[in-house]
């Protein structure tokens, strides 16, 4: 029923940590999230792309230490494919993801508490049909706990190499892209109010490519 | 204003970068991932073993999942906690109940609003479930990993979000 004290401890550091660096990146707000599908806000792409690039290369720096080890997710193709339209179209119409509806919630956002509301309500129905959910997901099949290194044969450090390099020539062209079209910042402003370099970064599809590998 | 938590928000590169630390701090520090809507299944399979006598034997869920508060529920509330002391830091709290880009294109009622926002939540997490995973656990911890289950979902998800957004708000509303 519960973990150690410890464990409870650590899970809400981290989680706090986590909360900060949601709302201080903007994506707890309604408007950041639809945005960012509308192509009209980047700030979800960059900071998931960016997160993406820097855990990876640490968790495979770390992974022959022993000090960390991977935890995959099985690619069941029904429950992926159709948990990503689902995903997909509530997330959308929703305009808040899990974990950054909870940091709505902290932000004062009503319409996300009520979200977070339907979201138990949500998880409850797919316990009460986890017996025919599960034999009926399995029926397109299940590849297992691979990684696409794995799926490929090549090692994982093409990959991470790969990402960076994306990540670079993306940021580098967002950046260019920005300051191209708006007054010049002094650098620090930059961090103060990112909404100020969204605009005009749109153009250069920042980081796009990374989701899309 | 030296004191970045008063600031209203940080570079999203910035952001980025420290979720990416975040995440090894977790794997290395409870072996776990980052990831929200596990602990929604947990609650809910809790709560329901409390309201239905007889659920946890008639339903092999209970057998084949361990329902607890744990770690990951913790870091639920940790993300809530985290969002109120950063909003009230730095005076960025909304504590509205129809975002405006959403009046602008369906009106001000929040009934509406509300209705919608309980159904499409309550959507998500069912997506989410049947996939194991969210933003966080497949978009962020599982992409990190390279995992294959992971880059599949992200690019479904992102790819039917651009297209709900779009049939929703078209390209003519304006930027709100």
Known sequence: MFDPFWKLALGLLTGMVFGLLLQKGRVAKFHVIVNQFLFRDWTVVKIMGTAVVV??????????TEAVSLHIKPLVWLGVVAGGVCFGAGMAIFGYCPGTSVAACGEGR????VGVLGMLLGAGLYVILYPQLSSLLES???????????????????????????????ITLSVRGSSGESPRFPKGDRNVDASSTEGPSRETNPMMETDRT | MNNPLLKHSWSPYLVGVGIGMLSWFAF??????????????????????AAI???????????????????????????????????????????????PLWQSR???????????????????????????????????????????????????????????????????????
Request: net charge negative.
């Open chain 1, 55 to 64: 855990g990876a290369v640490g968790i495979y720096a770390l992974l022959p």
């Open chain 1, 110 to 113: 009503r319409d996300a508490m």
């Open chain 1, 140 to 170: 397109w099949g299940d590849a297992g706990k691979v990684t696409l290194p794995e799926m490929s044969g090549t090692s994982p450090w093409l990959w991470v190499g790969g990402l960076c390099v994306l990540a670079i020539g993306a």
């Open chain 2, 28 to 49: 290395w520090s409870a072996d776990h991932p980052l990831g929200i809507t596990t602990a929604f299944e947990h609650t809910a399979a809790m709560i329901l073993e």
């Open chain 2, 53 to 99: 006598p007889g659920l946890a034997e008639s339903n092999s869920y209970y057998q084949e999942q361990s329902p607890k508060i744990g770690w990951q529920w913790m870091l639920v509330v940790g993300v809530l906690l985290g969002s109120v002391i950063s909003s009230f830091m730095s005076g960025d709290r909304e504590p509205i109940t129809v975002p």
């Open chain 2, 106 to 176: 369906f009106g001000a009622s929040a009934g509406l609003r509300l209705t919608v926002a309980l159904l499409s939540a309550g959507l998500m997490i069912f997506g989410a479930r049947l996939a194991k995973g969210c933003t966080s656990g497949h978009g962020i911890s599982g992409n990190l990993q390279l995992a294959a289950s992971s880059w599949l979902f992200s690019f479904i998800f992102f790819a039917v979000a651009v297209l709900t957004a779009f049939l929703m708000y078209g390209r003519s509303v304006r930027d709100v």
